[in-house]
């Protein structure tokens, strides 16, 4: 089962906005990542965050994790046309180096 | 060439045949998965490997089998294909840095059509 929901599953902005997507999910974790994915490609390591970090920011991107809540949210400030992609949040937890994808948010920029 | 390779990048087969996806990477990480991504369901991993000659079972193993007798080479056969296996196939990998998870590096993906 998917640990990760995200949540819009689908969201369509103008460029220069800002965009924000949500991931919840069920049980503790290790570390929580954000991975982008464009149409017909694999995924992209964006950034991550450990349980202990509440804040992080790399360039237009800024992930929060609240453990208490068990969900976390990316902001991409200023978007561009070239941001529209598929998003996903992944979970990792307990000892293995495994992580558990959710079903992704479809982000459009629209130029 | 650095990275993570994936071949065939498409592939049609017809139900009951043998299908092997190969998986190629040059960094010498320890850890590599096998992924498929359907609609609806995310990525869900299938199988993984922490090292060579050590595999695991992921979230959706049945019908299918791995191998990894190299560190860089991480093979992913269906025995007898089905058209539920119909779907696009990505291989990731990633180093063992520490004993939580790290940064996972995706191969291009390759589209399996089961006929």
């Known amino acids: 089962s998917q640990q990760g929901e995200e949540d819009p599953q689908a969201l369509s902005i103008q460029e220069g906005e800002n965009a ?5 999910y069920k049980t503790s974790i290790n570390n929580l990542q954000w991975y982008r994915q464009n149409s017909g490609r694999g995924l992209v ?22 453990t208490s809540k068990k969900s976390s949210s990316l902001l ?6 070239a941001d529209t992609a598929s ?20 982000l459009a920029v629209q130029p | 060439d650095a990275g993570i390779t994936q071949s065939p990048r498409y592939k049609i087969t017809e139900t009951g045949r043998q299908v092997t996806l190969m998986c190629h990477q040059t960094w010498s990480h320890s850890y590599m998965f096998w992924y498929r991504q359907d609609l609806g369901h995310g990525l869900r991993l299938i199988y993984y490997s922490a ?23 991480f093979p992913l056969t269906l025995e007898s294909a089905t058209r539920s296996q119909t779907s696009v196939y990505f291989c990731a990998s990633s180093e063992l840095k520490t004993s939580v998870q790290e940064t996972q590096y995706f191969g291009p993906g390759t589209r399996l059509l089961v006929l």
């Open chain 1, 20 to 24: 924000t997507m949500n991931c919840s």
């Open chain 1, 45 to 66: 390591h964006l950034i991550l965050i450990r349980s202990n970090e509440r804040e992080k920011h790399s360039g237009r991107l800024r992930v929060t994790l609240d």
């Open chain 1, 76 to 81: 991409i400030t200023a978007s561009r046309a």
């Open chain 1, 87 to 106: 998003y996903f949040c992944a979970t990792g937890r307990g000892a293995t180096n495994k992580l558990i994808f959710g079903t992704g948010t479809l």
């Open chain 2, 51 to 73: 090292a060579a000659d050590i595999t695991d079972k992921g979230e959706v193993p049945d019908g299918y089998v791995v191998s990894r007798s190299k560190t860089e080479n």
